[in-house]
């Protein structure tokens, strides 16, 4: 540990020790004239000894000691403290797409909502996923699940309750009602940020993810949405839902737009573009998310401190107190 100074101009004060032991060595220490040194006690010489540089030694070291406590010294570690969880905001697609059942999981198919619930709840819990991926789970982390189609709404708001969280993920199904068959990424996003506006942690995050291209007209475009989270300093991973084989041009083009949206957004917010077509690919993004949040974590720089100036306080007091006893006693001069 390394010692630190709260007041380092005290320690100028050092300088003038040297001078006043000097002065105290030089003045007269008072004494009896006798024309026989025979007639003094026997240790009379080696107590006065003891008494001159003792009292020098007690004098200099009750100074040094008083000094450092006004200089307020204290030490350093550098040490890494256990840290804060962060805040994440899921925000899942839930419109009618998500319902498609072309999400490979274990050699089946299912749909793309029911995959992701599977690797939320292995996000969220941990365990082991596909291909032997391990996730620790993010216990520590307060968690939001935002869904959005045509309109976003809070499924559940920031909670360390994950188990309560995940029965709601459980319970989400694709949006099918006349008003819902469109996606609206921008307004999820501001949606999501505002729901980490309330977060009480320092570094918070999104997590997107769709499988579609913004196609509501005369809503917040997903670009102004991330410019929003850049100037919050909010990095968005962004999940590519789209389908590996799309059926025809048209729903080729799309995925091509879904995919460069979804690029911009990662890259205007420092974030990170994941592709998950499978089980495998949605495995991996969501095991490098958590990665990637768990070293950004251990990279802030902490320091304890170890106040030490009450001590040193302590030490100059007791130096003083046993010149004062010494010389008081078996140091005492006469006169």
């Given at each position: ?223 102004q949405a991330a410019q ?34 979804m690029q911009t957004l ?70």
């Open positions: 540990m390394i010692p630190h100074f709260t007041n380092p101009w005290a320690l100028l004060l050092l300088a003038i020790m040297p001078a006043l032991a000097w002065r105290y060595l030089r003045c007269s220490h008072g004494a009896w004239r006798f024309s026989d040194r025979r007639l003094l006690p026997v240790h009379a010489g080696q107590r006065a000894r003891w008494a001159l540089w003792g009292g020098l030694l007690l004098r200099v070291g009750a100074l040094s000691l008083t000094i450092l406590a006004l200089a307020g010294t204290r030490w350093i570690d550098h040490s890494r403290l256990p840290t804060e969880g962060i805040s994440i905001a899921m925000i899942v697609d839930v419109s009618v797409s998500m319902g498609t059942d072309d999400f490979v999981w274990e050699d089946t198919k299912t749909t793309r909502l029911l995959g992701v619930k599977k690797l939320f709840r292995l996000f969220v819990a941990g365990g082991r996923g596909p291909d032997g991926v391990e996730l620790k789970g993010r216990p520590h982390d307060l968690i939001a699940l935002v869904t959005f189609a045509t309109h976003p709404e809070t499924a559940c708001p920031l909670t360390l309750e994950h188990a309560a969280l995940l029965q709601i993920m459980e319970s989400q199904e694709p949006r099918v009602g006349a008003n819902e068959g469109t996606t609206n990424p921008g307004d999820a996003i501001a949606w999501g940020l505002h729901v980490l506006s309330q977060a009480p942690t320092k570094r918070k995050v999104l997590v997107f993810l769709t499988d579609g291209e913004s196609n509501v007209p005369d809503k917040l475009k997903p670009r929003l989270a850049a100037n919050l300093s909010v990095p968005i991973y962004a999940i590519d839902a789209s389908p590996a084989q799309p059926k025809d041009k048209d729903e080729a083009a799309e995925a091509e737009r879904a995919r460069d949206m990662a890259r205007m917010t420092e974030g990170t573009y994941f592709r998950a077509q499978d089980e495998r690919g949605l495995s991996q993004a969501y095991e490098r998310i958590d990665r990637l949040e768990r070293e950004r974590i251990l990279s802030f720089q902490y320091r304890r401190y170890y106040e030490g100036f009450h001590w040193f306080a302590l030490a100059g007091l007791a130096c003083w107190l046993g010149l004062v006893a010494l010389e008081a006693t078996i140091w005492r001069k006469v006169p």
